[in-house]
């Protein structure tokens, strides 16, 4: 039955207004208004938009060019009740509508398609100003049903038109009457608003996703000793961004640090947040500072940021060649350590206040870190949930992490990549009130045998014993082939350390996939690469160094300055 009376069409409009507003994305609401016109208020339609669509108050650069978005000629036997669009029956598609439409359409300036656009108001096809503008749209060879049985209806958004939608009937069903432009002008109005919507959306949410994945670290380090995996998931596709963090930073001397942060709140300002706050860890860690040095001026840093810049964080440093880990907390839920036996344990740190409240002491603990054992740092969107307290799900983590173990025995380490993925798995369909992130660090060490260690006083004779104490751990771990080079980087390093030194050098050699030297000293200052001129008598150290090293570096600490090399163990 056709829309004959004031009441079919208020129905109408309002279920398919409905229906329109339901998509969120582009595709969703164009989808939506053919759905909803087709078969009830036309037998066919096609939806124009504009090539590139404008963001916002964007002002658009170049010609105005629609490009078919979507086009829908098939009829249902029967149409939903949904929403309480009519039921309306209807025969196969008719042939003449197969086909109708161009795929582009360039909007000539002052010509009869940009006058109607302009217009803004939907038109019978019949009209003069539409049957000229029609060709240009849909092209000369093609043509639409007489007798108003084709409406043209712009789609305006908040700031300029953004497209044209056609509404066709076939020649057997009643035509279109003065009523159904105001129809056309209803469906076209909520369509073009919720495209506009849908376009800032889809903006928004590319800048968020960018946002927090610059925000995040791109891949994870690959220091000595330790292996890492990690996980981050958004509260929901609806709130991509969020305050949650996590890093992995080497260290002098082989150690590492490892980072995880949560900022209050699901927004870009939280992401921004903790975009500095991560910047300020990561500046704070190249000073080798103690973990709770590093919350302490955190605290600072957020407390400068503003009043409400809240964050927990957790942070800690593993050293494996002394295998022990020195953590310090504030106000993050405590990590977990699974041991290579399959035993689980909640580590017992001082909880702390967190980071923007001011005024408060951290304190660091130095814990075990055996080989073999597990450490997950993690944020409270794992644990903590509208069904479940934080140390309830806490205590589920422990509990699944011990279930997972088992399943490797008691010899073994689970795979990390695939005991994040176990972890997660614990996370019910309720869970996800919160964004999660996830650090997993699997403790190697490094074995006391593949480590030398010696001081030397900062005096002329220092460089030569350095060579010969060298040249005697390369012969106890038969690498004699790297005598030579070593001798000579060893030499020319702490030659530069004891040029500058007050206190004793230190020189440590590592044996792991690579051959490390570490040699450190107090003295601040670190070694610049420079070109030495050809009547210097100095300063051609360094340039053997990074000629010959496989990698090298210089790296300020709290007591002074290390300076390393590596080196292919061939």
């Not at 590319?206 to 996980?231: H, K, N």
């Not at 981050?232 to 082989?254: F, H, K, M, N, Q």
């Not at 590093?294 to 002394?322: F, I, K, N, S």
């Not at 073999?372 to 969107?381: K, R, W």
Request: net charge negative; proline share 8%.
């Amino acid at each position: 039955m056709p829309m004959r009376r004031d009441g079919d069409r208020l129905r109408f409009v309002g279920a398919a207004t409905r229906r329109i507003a339901r998509g969120i994305d582009l595709d969703e609401i164009v989808m939506g208004l053919c759905r909803a016109t087709v078969p009830t208020y036309s037998d066919a339609i096609l939806v124009y938009l504009r090539d590139p669509l404008p963001v916002g108050d964007e002002r658009p650069t170049g010609p105005l060019v629609l490009r078919l978005r979507r086009s829908d000629r098939t009829p249902q036997q029967e149409q939903d009740l949904e929403d309480g669009i009519l039921p309306v029956q209807v025969p196969e598609t008719p042939s003449e509508f197969s086909g109708l439409g161009t795929e582009l359409c360039e909007v000539r300036p002052g010509g009869a398609l940009a006058e109607v656009l302009r217009g803004v108001r939907p038109v019978f096809a019949d009209a003069p100003a539409a049957r000229a503008a029609l060709p240009e749209l849909i092209g000369e060879e093609l043509t639409v049903p007489g007798g108003q049985r084709a409406i043209l209806a712009p789609l305006r958004g908040r700031r300029r038109v953004i497209g044209a939608a056609l509404f066709l009937r076939r020649p057997d069903r009643p035509a279109f009457e003065a009523d159904d432009l105001l129809v056309a002008a209803q469906l076209a109005t909520h369509s073009a608003l919720g495209i506009d919507k849908a376009v800032l959306y889809g903006r928004e949410a590319y800048i968020a996703d960018e946002l927090q994945r610059t925000m995040l670290p791109e891949t994870l380090p690959r220091p000595t000793g330790v292996r890492l995996a990690s996980r981050y998931l958004p509260a929901a596709e609806t709130a991509r961004v969020g305050g949650d963090w996590y890093d992995a930073i080497p260290l002098p001397g082989s150690r590492v640090a490892l980072v995880v942060g949560d900022v209050m709140g699901h927004s870009m300002t939280s992401a921004a947040i903790m975009g500095q706050l991560r910047t300020t860890v990561q500046t704070l860690a190249g000073l080798d500072l103690p973990p709770q040095e590093v919350l302490h001026h955190l605290d600072e840093q957020a407390q400068r940021l503003g009043t409400d810049r809240m964050a927990t964080c957790l942070y800690a440093v593993y050293d494996p060649v002394a295998h022990r880990i020195t953590i310090a907390n504030a106000g993050h839920p405590p990590p977990v350590l699974l041991h290579l036996g399959g035993r689980a344990e909640v580590l017992r740190v001082p909880p702390g206040n967190p980071i923007g409240v001011g005024g408060v002491d951290f304190e660091a603990v130095e814990l075990d870190a055996p080989a073999g054992a597990t450490l997950l740092l993690y944020t409270d969107g794992l644990v903590e949930s509208r069904l479940r307290d934080v140390w309830t799900g806490i205590e589920q983590l422990r509990e699944r992490l011990a279930a997972t173990a088992l399943l490797t025995g008691a010899d073994h380490s689970p795979p990390l990549e695939a005991l994040c993925d176990e972890v997660l798995d614990m996370l019910g369909p309720g869970d996800r009130d919160d964004d999660i992130a996830l650090l997993a660090a699997r403790f190697d060490g490094i074995a006391p045998s593949d480590v030398a260690v010696w001081f030397l006083e900062p005096e002329d004779a220092a460089p030569g014993r350095a060579r010969r104490l060298a040249r005697r751990a390369l012969a106890r771990w038969g690498m004699e082939d790297l005598t030579d080079s070593v001798e000579l980087l060893v030499s020319e390093v702490v030659t530069n350390a004891v040029r500058y030194a007050t206190r004793p050098v230190t020189l440590r050699l590592l044996r792991t996939d690579v051959l490390r030297c570490e040699v450190s000293d107090d003295a601040p200052q670190l070694p610049r690469l420079r070109q030495a001129r050809a009547t210097d008598e100095d300063g051609r150290g360094l340039y053997l160094v990074n000629r010959l090293a496989r990698r090298w570096g210089a790296t300020r600490l709290s007591t002074g300055k290390v300076v390393w090399f590596e080196l292919d163990r061939g």
